[in-house]
């Protein structure tokens, strides 16, 4: 980031003030131009004025050395700039000095200015080469994002730049809040910035891959049409290599003898690594639902699972899923690995339920999300480590609104009769009722 530096007058109403003296014909003509600074529409404004000689001497306005311009029937938006012109009295008027007295606006409100009162302050600035990503991520919430916020003893200035002063909630040029504001410029606020927008990169990725295929199908079906039926006899060796590639897959997946038991059998979460080892996105499969989640993504998209356990194969959101022998869960793409499947050290919670436990499940809102908040207890006699736990937050009908996972403990381990405490945040919704905790995985020590 890069530090400027900014000077200005806190009383002002208007700033930028600047005039033009044009003299022809014996007619002395200002040009007035200024920025009407936020506060609302102006509608008249009154300027405290002096004028001055090519010598520059005061020119007097009826004995006086100063003289008032007054300007009406206006519409001046906020943080819009304004230009008036007048004919000035006196033809020897060469420059004009101009302070402003009163404002008038729309609402009938008469502002005035009580003079200058200059402070001086720093802000940080962005450098998009340096933070860009950051920057783009600020400017999902605030398009105009310029700097880091920050508080003064007078007021504070918002991310976009804009000083406001203290009783001022909402930024009188963005719009947005001040909590909010300073909320999403902090550390937390940052992170979840950060985590959405690179979620929203990767979902437009997939969106696209699968928009791609959709096209690819239907571009598909339209050649089909095109087809004559001279090639029924190619059709007719493509299925039965399509027959024999079936047989090859019914013998490598693995068959279940019931619904319940494949249900069972996978329960818990399902992850998709990349080459280099990136987890990009998730599956969690709980009873007759198949949840994805991208990464850092609290929203829900929810599936309904008919299961083919006699074929080792399940259907979800149109998709069809397999299960191979060696305990992979593959679609048309990805092959999914389960956390806690035998190739991992850790076990998987479904066969001793008893032996991690949650007490003091409770839900706050804070800042625009939804806590959830608890305590994990160890009663077991062993000694666990990267207990990952799942938060389904659920609607008043027990459907599963959204969803948040989190580590409840890393690598230091829970040792027996020991408890830590939890929080799984999510967007604020107002159909979110109740959090039901479950543990996914858990390492043995």
């Known amino acids: 980031m890069v530090s400027e530096h900014f000077k200005i007058d806190i009383n002002a109403y208007i700033t930028n003030i600047q005039c033009n003296v044009n003299y022809s014909n014996g007619i002395a003509t200002a040009e007035i131009t200024f920025n009407n600074l936020g506060y609302g529409i102006i509608t008249a404004i009154k300027f405290n004025s002096r004028g001055f000689n090519s010598f520059n001497d005061i020119v007097s306005i009826e004995g006086s050395e100063k003289f008032y311009l007054i300007f009406q029937n206006l519409s001046i938006e906020p943080n819009k700039s304004g230009k008036l012109t007048t004919v000035l009295s006196n033809p020897n008027i060469k420059k004009l000095e101009l302070i402003e007295d009163q404002i008038c606006l729309s609402d009938g409100s008469v502002l005035n200015y009580e003079g200058e009162n200059i402070i ?39 991310l976009c730049g804009y000083f406001n002063k203290g009783q001022v909630i909402n930024c009188l040029k963005c719009n947005k809040k001040k909590d909010e504001t300073f909320f999403i410029c902090s550390e937390e606020g940052k992170i979840k910035a950060l985590d959405e927008y690179r979620n929203n990169k990767e979902k437009e990725r997939v969106r696209k891959i699968e928009e791609n295929k959709r096209n690819h199908r239907k571009s598909r079906q339209r050649k089909i049409k095109w087809i004559s039926a001279s090639l029924l006899g190619l059709f007719a060796a493509i299925a039965i290599f399509v027959f024999a590639k079936h047989i090859f897959i019914t013998n490598t997946r693995t068959i279940y003898n019931s619904e319940n038991e494949m249900k069972d059998s996978l329960h818990g979460f399902w992850t998709f690594y990349t080459e280099l080892g990136d987890d990009l996105f998730y599956f969690y499969i709980n ?3 198949l949840i994805h989640l991208f ?6 998209y929810q599936y309904d699972i008919v299961w083919h356990p006699s074929k080792g194969s399940f259907t979800a959101g149109g998709d069809d899923y397999i299960v191979t022998k060696d305990g992979f869960i593959i679609d048309d793409k990805y092959t999914y690995i389960k956390d806690g499947s035998p190739t991992s050290l850790c076990v998987s919670n479904e066969d001793d339920e008893s032996e991690i436990d ?31 736990i799942i938060g389904n937050f659920k609607n008043s009908a027990g459907r599963a609104v959204k969803v948040a996972w989190t580590y409840a403990v890393g690598n230091e381990g829970l040792d027996p009769g020991e408890s830590v405490k939890f929080t799984l945040s999510v967007n604020k919704d107002p159909d979110i009722a109740s ?5 996914v995985n858990k390492r043995l020590n």
Not at 128 to 146: H, V
Not at 295 to 300: E, H, R
Not at 369 to 376: E, F, K, L, Q
């Open 120 to 158: 001086e302050y720093d802000i940080d600035k962005f450098e998009r080469y340096k933070e860009g990503e950051l920057l783009t991520a600020l400017r999902e919430y605030e398009p105009s994002t310029i700097c880091m916020p920050k508080k003064l003893d007078v007021g504070w200035v918002c």
């Open 295 to 300: 990464k850092s993504d609290d929203t829900i």
């Open 287 to 289: 009873d007759n639902s």
């Open 435 to 439: 959090c039901e905790v479950e543990v």
């Open 358 to 388: 949650f007490f003091n499940i409770e839900l706050s809102s804070i800042a625009g999300n939804t806590i959830c908040t608890g305590t994990v207890v160890n009663k077991s006699d062993h000694t666990y480590s990267f207990i990952k």
